[in-house]
Protein backbone atom coordinates (compact mmCIF):
# COMPACT_ATOMS: atom_id res chain seq x y z
CA UNK A 1 0.00 0.00 0.00
CA UNK A 2 1.70 3.59 -1.09
CA UNK A 3 1.89 5.98 1.57
CA UNK A 4 1.12 9.50 1.36
CA UNK A 5 3.01 11.19 -0.95
CA UNK A 6 4.03 14.81 -1.17
CA UNK A 7 4.85 17.33 -4.18
CA UNK A 8 7.21 19.24 -4.60
CA UNK A 9 9.86 18.06 -1.50
CA UNK A 10 11.31 21.45 -1.86
CA UNK A 11 10.20 24.51 -3.01
CA UNK A 12 12.33 27.87 -3.02
CA UNK A 13 10.41 31.04 -4.16
CA UNK A 14 10.13 35.02 -3.54
CA UNK A 15 7.85 36.92 -1.23
CA UNK A 16 5.04 37.86 -2.66
CA UNK A 17 4.74 34.63 -5.27
CA UNK A 18 2.63 32.01 -5.24
CA UNK A 19 3.17 28.58 -4.54
CA UNK A 20 1.07 25.06 -4.44
CA UNK A 21 1.87 22.20 -2.74
CA UNK A 22 -0.04 18.82 -3.09
CA UNK A 23 -0.85 15.80 -1.31
CA UNK A 24 -2.20 12.60 -2.16
CA UNK A 25 -3.09 10.51 0.83
CA UNK A 26 -3.60 6.88 1.28
CA UNK A 27 -6.18 5.34 -1.28
CA UNK A 28 -9.46 4.85 0.66
CA UNK A 29 -8.50 7.68 3.59
CA UNK A 30 -11.53 9.89 3.46
CA UNK A 31 -9.84 12.32 6.31
CA UNK A 32 -6.68 14.66 5.08
CA UNK A 33 -4.88 16.57 7.04
CA UNK A 34 -2.64 19.58 6.74
CA UNK A 35 0.02 21.05 9.39
CA UNK A 36 3.29 22.88 9.63
CA UNK A 37 6.64 23.27 10.94
CA UNK A 38 7.81 26.74 11.31
CA UNK A 39 11.62 27.13 12.04
CA UNK A 40 12.78 24.20 14.30
CA UNK A 41 9.14 24.42 16.45
CA UNK A 42 6.12 22.47 17.29
CA UNK A 43 4.12 21.03 14.27
CA UNK A 44 1.13 23.15 14.27
CA UNK A 45 -2.37 21.85 12.73
CA UNK A 46 -3.80 23.70 9.53
CA UNK A 47 -6.96 22.33 8.69
CA UNK A 48 -9.05 18.78 8.26
CA UNK A 49 -11.06 17.78 5.20
CA UNK A 50 -13.61 14.97 5.36
CA UNK A 51 -13.58 13.72 1.77
CA UNK A 52 -14.07 16.97 0.22
CA UNK A 53 -15.30 19.29 3.14
CA UNK A 54 -13.20 20.99 5.43
CA UNK A 55 -14.00 20.07 8.73
CA UNK A 56 -11.96 21.98 10.67
CA UNK A 57 -9.97 25.20 9.35
CA UNK A 58 -9.42 26.39 13.09
CA UNK A 59 -5.57 26.53 12.17
CA UNK A 60 -5.60 28.21 9.18
CA UNK A 61 -2.90 31.62 9.40
CA UNK A 62 -4.44 33.72 7.63
CA UNK A 63 -6.34 33.81 4.16
CA UNK A 64 -3.33 34.20 1.69
CA UNK A 65 -3.70 29.93 2.53
CA UNK A 66 -6.31 28.03 0.44
CA UNK A 67 -6.67 24.94 0.93
CA UNK A 68 -9.02 22.55 -1.88
CA UNK A 69 -9.77 19.05 -1.75
CA UNK A 70 -11.60 18.43 -5.27
CA UNK A 71 -13.39 15.04 -5.55
CA UNK A 72 -12.19 13.83 -1.84
CA UNK A 73 -9.11 12.80 -3.73
CA UNK A 74 -5.62 14.58 -3.53
CA UNK A 75 -5.57 17.99 -1.75
CA UNK A 76 -3.78 21.32 -2.53
CA UNK A 77 -2.42 24.08 -0.45
CA UNK A 78 -1.81 27.23 -2.22
CA UNK A 79 -0.09 30.19 -0.43
CA UNK A 80 -0.87 33.49 -2.04
CA UNK A 81 1.12 35.77 -1.89
CA UNK A 82 3.80 34.15 -0.30
CA UNK A 83 5.52 35.89 3.02
CA UNK A 84 8.77 35.39 4.88
CA UNK A 85 6.97 33.55 7.40
CA UNK A 86 5.51 31.31 5.53
CA UNK A 87 8.47 29.32 5.17
CA UNK A 88 8.68 25.99 7.00
CA UNK A 89 8.09 22.26 6.12
CA UNK A 90 4.15 21.58 5.31
CA UNK A 91 3.17 17.82 6.13
CA UNK A 92 0.15 16.14 4.86
CA UNK A 93 -1.37 13.66 6.81
CA UNK A 94 -4.52 10.96 6.43
CA UNK A 95 -6.59 8.54 8.09
CA UNK A 96 -9.69 6.25 7.92
CA UNK A 97 -13.27 7.58 7.75
CA UNK A 98 -14.93 7.96 11.08
CA UNK A 99 -15.42 4.72 13.15
CA UNK A 100 -12.03 4.19 13.86
CA UNK A 101 -11.82 4.95 17.31
CA UNK A 102 -7.80 5.84 17.39
CA UNK A 103 -7.78 7.25 14.30
CA UNK A 104 -4.26 6.89 13.87
CA UNK A 105 -2.57 9.68 11.04
CA UNK A 106 0.12 8.44 8.46
CA UNK A 107 1.86 10.92 7.41
CA UNK A 108 3.79 12.21 3.77
CA UNK A 109 7.68 13.49 4.20
CA UNK A 110 6.93 17.04 4.19
CA UNK A 111 7.25 19.74 1.58
CA UNK A 112 9.65 22.56 2.49
CA UNK A 113 9.17 25.79 1.49
CA UNK A 114 11.51 28.26 1.48
CA UNK A 115 10.14 32.50 0.95
CA UNK A 116 12.76 34.72 -0.13
CA UNK B 1 -5.72 25.90 26.21
CA UNK B 2 -4.49 23.17 24.67
CA UNK B 3 -0.94 22.66 25.09
CA UNK B 4 1.35 19.64 25.30
CA UNK B 5 4.62 19.85 26.61
CA UNK B 6 7.60 17.48 25.55
CA UNK B 7 11.41 17.90 26.91
CA UNK B 8 14.05 17.56 26.45
CA UNK B 9 14.33 18.97 23.16
CA UNK B 10 18.15 17.41 22.89
CA UNK B 11 19.50 14.41 24.11
CA UNK B 12 22.69 13.18 22.81
CA UNK B 13 23.46 9.90 24.70
CA UNK B 14 26.27 7.08 24.88
CA UNK B 15 25.10 3.82 22.98
CA UNK B 16 24.11 1.53 25.65
CA UNK B 17 22.72 3.95 27.84
CA UNK B 18 19.16 4.41 29.19
CA UNK B 19 16.89 7.24 28.94
CA UNK B 20 13.11 8.66 29.00
CA UNK B 21 11.73 11.37 26.86
CA UNK B 22 8.60 12.66 28.69
CA UNK B 23 5.21 14.34 27.24
CA UNK B 24 2.74 16.03 29.14
CA UNK B 25 0.09 17.83 28.56
CA UNK B 26 -3.15 20.03 29.64
CA UNK B 27 -6.21 18.99 29.45
CA UNK B 28 -8.32 15.54 28.99
CA UNK B 29 -7.11 13.17 25.98
CA UNK B 30 -8.10 9.53 25.29
CA UNK B 31 -5.27 9.28 22.43
CA UNK B 32 -1.76 9.56 22.64
CA UNK B 33 0.70 9.16 20.16
CA UNK B 34 4.40 8.54 19.33
CA UNK B 35 6.56 9.38 16.10
CA UNK B 36 9.82 9.05 14.90
CA UNK B 37 11.50 11.31 12.41
CA UNK B 38 14.38 10.98 10.19
CA UNK B 39 15.81 13.54 8.69
CA UNK B 40 13.83 14.37 5.66
CA UNK B 41 11.43 11.74 5.73
CA UNK B 42 7.85 11.04 7.05
CA UNK B 43 6.85 10.77 10.71
CA UNK B 44 6.82 6.79 11.03
CA UNK B 45 4.30 5.63 13.89
CA UNK B 46 5.72 4.09 16.91
CA UNK B 47 3.09 3.65 19.06
CA UNK B 48 -0.72 4.70 19.74
CA UNK B 49 -2.00 4.66 23.39
CA UNK B 50 -5.44 4.22 24.41
CA UNK B 51 -5.92 4.09 27.53
CA UNK B 52 -4.89 4.74 31.17
CA UNK B 53 -2.15 2.67 32.05
CA UNK B 54 -1.63 1.66 28.62
CA UNK B 55 2.23 0.38 28.03
CA UNK B 56 3.44 -0.51 24.74
CA UNK B 57 6.55 -2.06 23.72
CA UNK B 58 8.80 -2.53 20.53
CA UNK B 59 12.49 -3.06 20.32
CA UNK B 60 14.18 -0.51 22.70
CA UNK B 61 11.41 1.67 22.91
CA UNK B 62 8.89 1.42 25.60
CA UNK B 63 5.86 3.86 25.24
CA UNK B 64 3.44 4.33 28.44
CA UNK B 65 0.61 6.77 29.20
CA UNK B 66 -0.76 7.87 32.55
CA UNK B 67 -4.01 10.12 32.03
CA UNK B 68 -4.80 10.89 35.23
CA UNK B 69 -1.01 12.72 35.74
CA UNK B 70 -1.37 13.52 31.71
CA UNK B 71 1.90 12.02 31.40
CA UNK B 72 3.22 9.62 28.47
CA UNK B 73 6.85 8.40 28.38
CA UNK B 74 9.32 7.05 25.94
CA UNK B 75 12.23 5.09 27.67
CA UNK B 76 14.99 4.14 25.29
CA UNK B 77 16.40 1.12 26.70
CA UNK B 78 20.10 0.35 25.72
CA UNK B 79 20.64 3.03 23.10
CA UNK B 80 21.91 2.00 19.86
CA UNK B 81 23.13 4.29 16.63
CA UNK B 82 20.09 3.50 14.58
CA UNK B 83 17.94 5.38 17.41
CA UNK B 84 18.90 8.77 16.48
CA UNK B 85 16.00 10.48 15.15
CA UNK B 86 13.64 13.22 16.46
CA UNK B 87 10.52 12.05 18.63
CA UNK B 88 7.62 13.43 18.63
CA UNK B 89 4.62 12.63 20.75
CA UNK B 90 1.22 14.11 19.83
CA UNK B 91 -2.37 14.28 21.32
CA UNK B 92 -5.79 13.77 20.12
CA UNK B 93 -7.92 15.88 22.92
CA UNK B 94 -11.62 14.65 23.55
CA UNK B 95 -14.02 15.04 20.18
CA UNK B 96 -11.58 16.04 17.94
CA UNK B 97 -9.37 14.45 14.90
CA UNK B 98 -6.24 16.94 15.33
CA UNK B 99 -2.73 16.05 16.73
CA UNK B 100 -1.43 18.89 18.82
CA UNK B 101 2.10 18.08 18.97
CA UNK B 102 5.34 18.06 21.36
CA UNK B 103 8.55 20.13 20.36
CA UNK B 104 10.07 17.21 19.09
CA UNK B 105 13.17 15.71 20.85
CA UNK B 106 16.00 15.41 18.78
CA UNK B 107 18.16 12.49 19.98
CA UNK B 108 21.36 11.82 19.07
CA UNK B 109 23.34 8.16 19.96
CA UNK B 110 26.91 8.66 20.50
CA UNK B 111 28.87 5.41 19.47
Known amino acids: EAGVTQFPSHSVIEKGQTVTLRCDPISGHDNLYWYRRVMGKEIKFLLH????????ESGMPNNRFLAERTGGTYSTLKVQPAELEDSGVYFC??????????????FGPGTRLTVL | ELKVEQNPLFLSMQEGKNYTIYCNYSTTSDRLYWYRQDPGKSLESLFV?????AVKQEGRLMASLDTKARLSTLHITAAVHDLSATYFC???????????FGTGTRLKVLA
Open chain 1, 49 to 56: FVKESKQD
Open chain 2, 90 to 100: AVAFSGTYKYI
Open chain 2, 49 to 53: LLSNG
Open chain 1, 93 to 106: ASSRGAGVSYNEQF
